[in-house]
Structure formats: structure tokens, C-alpha cells
């Protein structure tokens, strides 16, 4: 493919207005180890814009997410955010807010919620240096806005994975980022966290006019948040509005397997209903 500049990019979303993307790729390819990661991704994204992105275990998701960080360089292509290329200069300039996949974390991990939260801001001081009072004070705020200011001194390992996720969301936040990337967060989190999860994020994006790029097979849910949605198989392939609902399509077309996850989550159901139904059984607990 040959390579176009940015700024045709730029002028293929919209014309006919001051356009400002707050992540434009343009052809880019990554190769790690000898293998074909990612190839021929072009991409634009405007400020204030919500990006879903549906694929395949092994489709480079998470890839192309560490390229936005600037955490791997792409092996063609350029990348510009928010105007200028994602490294350590710029995200110190211009945070950029990252909740990764859940991570198990033990019980009696020494870390409170707070703490938790306040860690997003380590990189905003310099070594030996206390953070911020601002950080702190915004760290509570979202807290109180999440609803768990009552759990600021728990230990992060005895909450839920609800809970834990929006302590994570908090931790991302507390930076004030213009851009928020999300990795897959919904794993082990029941059918309620998730949409609880989505409705405070839909709600945090428009108070603070965040850019959101999230990764996850929720496809229900991203079709009812996302401005674009975009199936990744290595390159992407975009979906209109009027694809969205068609699941069929979507997995026979691209080929990205969400039936088996979609199915997944359907056992995953059945068995949170199942559990539920036997915990009210008192002949199957153990007693003291």
C-alpha cells in the first residue's frame, strides 16, 4: 500500500469542519519476533470520539494499543497523537489514561484503594517527591463519584472485580487524561458490573470530554456507547451502523470468532444463576 500523509487522512473523516483527531495511523504494520502482527491499519479518531474495537484472541487488540501508548514502535507506518508521536515527552504533556486486562491480585495485597488510585499519578513526579495535592483531591472525588468512598482504606485484594475495575478506571482518570484506553476490562466481572461499568464510564466521558478506545467482546454494549466499531483480525475492518446488531456478519465476515465468546458468556451466566439459586440451599454450605 502507499504510504498517504496524515493530513489526507485527516481530511477523509471530516471536511467540512475544524477537525482535530486525537489518534491518526496511517498504514501502519508492526512485526514482532519475525511475525506479522498488525498490517495496513489505517485509523482516525476524533477528539471526544468513542472507538470500539471487537476481534479474535491473537488479533493484535492489544497490540495496537501499545503502539497508541508508545510502548512499541511500529515496523511501517506513522502514528501521530494528538498531533505529535506517542512517547514519554508527549504523555507527560498529554497524559493518557490506560486500564489494562484484570489482573489477579491477592487478598492481603499492602495496598489500600487509595493508594491503588493515587499510583496513576506516579509518573507525573519527580523521584523522591510527594504527589500532588490536586491528584489526591481529584483521586477522592471520583472515588465519592464512583460510590466508593467507603472502601478508600480497604485493602484493593478483598474488593470485588466490580469494584476493582472501577478502582483501575479511577486510577486512569486521576491524571485528567484527554485520552482513555481500555483493554479487555470486563473479564470475571458478572452481567450487572458491566453495564454498572459502562453507564460511570459513559457518564465520566462526557463530564471530563474524554476520547475512549476500548477493546472487548461486549458487542451489546458497544453498540450502545460507541461512535465507530472496528473488527481486528490483524488489519481492521469497519462496521456502519447498520452492521452493528448483525453478529453473523460480523463473526462470518471477519472471521472473529465472537460466537465462541458470545457463548462463553452465556455459560458464564447460567452458572452465576445456577450458584445463586443453590447459595439459598442451606444443605450445601459447610458449618462450624
Known amino acids: 500500500m502507499t504510504e498517504q500523509p496524515l493530513s489526507h487522512l485527516r481530511s477523509l473523516i471530516r471536511a467540512d469542519v475544524n477537525y482535530a483527531p486525537a489518534v491518526c495511523m496511517n498504514n501502519i504494520a508492526v512485526s514482532l519476533n519475525g ?3 498488525l498490517f495496513d491499519i489505517d485509523l482516525c ?14 488479533s493484535g487488540k492489544t497490540t495496537l494499543l501499545n503502539v497508541i501508548l508508545g510502548l512499541i514502535s511500529p515496523t511501517e507506518g506513522s502514528i501521530e497523537v494528538f498531533g505529535g508521536a506517542p512517547n514519554a515527552r508527549m504523555r507527560r504533556a498529554i497524559p493518557i489514561g490506560y486500564v489494562p486486562q ?3 491480585i491477592p487478598p492481603f495485597f499492602p495496598a489500600t484503594v487509595f493508594d491503588m488510585v493515587l499510583m496513576g499519578a506516579y509518573g507525573t ?3 523522591g517527591l510527594p504527589i500532588k495535592n490536586e491528584y489526591k483531591s481529584h483521586a477522592l472525588s471520583l472515588l465519592a463519584q464512583m460510590k466508593l468512598e467507603h472502601l478508600i482504606d480497604h485493602p484493593i485484594g478483598r474488593l470485588s472485580e ?3 475495575q472501577q478502582v483501575w478506571l479511577a486510577r486512569a482518570l486521576v491524571v485528567r487524561p484527554r485520552l482513555l484506553l481500555l483493554d479487555e476490562p470486563f473479564r470475571g466481572v458478572d452481567a450487572s458490573g ?16 474524554l ?9 451489546d454494549l458497544l453498540t450502545r456507547f460507541s461512535h465507530r466499531i472496528a473488527c481486528l483480525n490483524k488489519t ?12 453473523d456478519r460480523i463473526n462470518h465476515g471477519y472471521k472473529c470468532e465472537l460466537k465462541n465468546h458470545l457463548d462463553f458468556e452465556k455459560r458464564m451466566k447460567e452458572t452465576d444463576t445456577k450458584l445463586f439459586a443453590d447459595s439459598s440451599d442451606p444443605s450445601i454450605h459447610h458449618h462450624i
Open 35 to 37: 511475525r506479522e502482527v
Open 45 to 58: 479518531l476524533e477528539e471526544g470520539g468513542f472507538l470500539g474495537i471487537i476481534g479474535s484472541s491473537g
Open 102 to 104: 484484570i489482573q489477579t
Open 125 to 127: 513526579r519527580r523521584i
Open 162 to 164: 466490580g469494584e476493582r
Open 194 to 209: 458491566k453495564r454498572c461499568f459502562f453507564n460511570l464510564l459513559f457518564d465520566l466521558k462526557e463530564q471530563f470530554n
Open 211 to 219: 476520547t475512549v478506545v476500548m477493546v472487548s467482546h461486549e458487542i
Open 236 to 247: 481492521i475492518h469497519w462496521h456502519d451502523r447498520s452492521e452493528w446488531r448483525n453478529r
